[in-house]
């Protein structure tokens, strides 16, 4: 590959921006997995390819740092939407299609708002049980899959191994999912850490992640919108959604996004 990239960040949160509106980018998934690797490469959770849409301003595609195309990245969308908005000269809000549907992006003076798909999907409480004991977890999709899991001390879970362990639990064969530890604050504050699918790894931040584990707090009684959700990396997110008994609509991504460099390749 030869051209120009953006390494850009969303509440903890890295990725590869490439504009593909030529097309000259042929296999992106191969891209992924060699410029996302740290240490040996740019580095990055994932790599967002941006192209022409027929129905949507512009397209978003999502790989992972293994890969694998994803059908939606919270945080990987409002990057996206800054990149639009301050490279591509796009308005301050627009739309743009992924795998997951239609995605409309705001940007406001100082942070970016992203409309997300309705979620689909909610389990209520189940037992999971792997080496270290017995989890009890909630799902929900937020177009992609997502367990959330209440925890008082979330300092003293080792992520790493204990998401793993469920990310690839038989339970959720054969796509997996990704895995969210919540402290709940207070109704309207949160705290999570998160596990990745697709990164194999605890992230710093999850922007689908904080609205599954907003949402389902909202669903059980916990908290009510907008929720602030405290990222493994200290930032803040909000979500807001309208709640309807079990029916979730208008759900909404906020924070802030930043350009770190440009470079080519």
Known sequence: MEGKFYKMCASGNDFIVIDNQDRSLKNPAKVAKELCQRRLSVGADG??????????????????????????????????????????????TFSMETLAGTIDAVIE????????????????????????????????NTSVPHAVIFEEFLEDISVPVIGREIRHHEHFEPEGTNVNFVRVIDQKTIEIRTYERGVEDETLACGTGATASAIVSALINKCKSPVSVKTKGGEVLTVSFDLHLYNVENVYLEGSAQFVYEGSI
Do not use: H, W
């Open 47 to 92: 790599l967002l390819v941006l192209e022409p849409s027929k129905k949507n301003d512009i397209k978003m595609r999502i790989f992972n740092a293994d890969g694998s195309e994803a059908e939606m990245c919270g945080n990987g969308a409002r990057c996206a939407a800054l990149f639009c908005n301050r490279v591509l000269k796009f308005d301050q």
């Open 109 to 140: 003076k100082g942070s970016v708002k992203v409309k997300l798909p309705d979620p689909t999907d909610f389990r209520d409480l189940s037992p999971i049980e792997v080496q270290d004991g017995i989890f009890y977890f909630y799902f929900l």
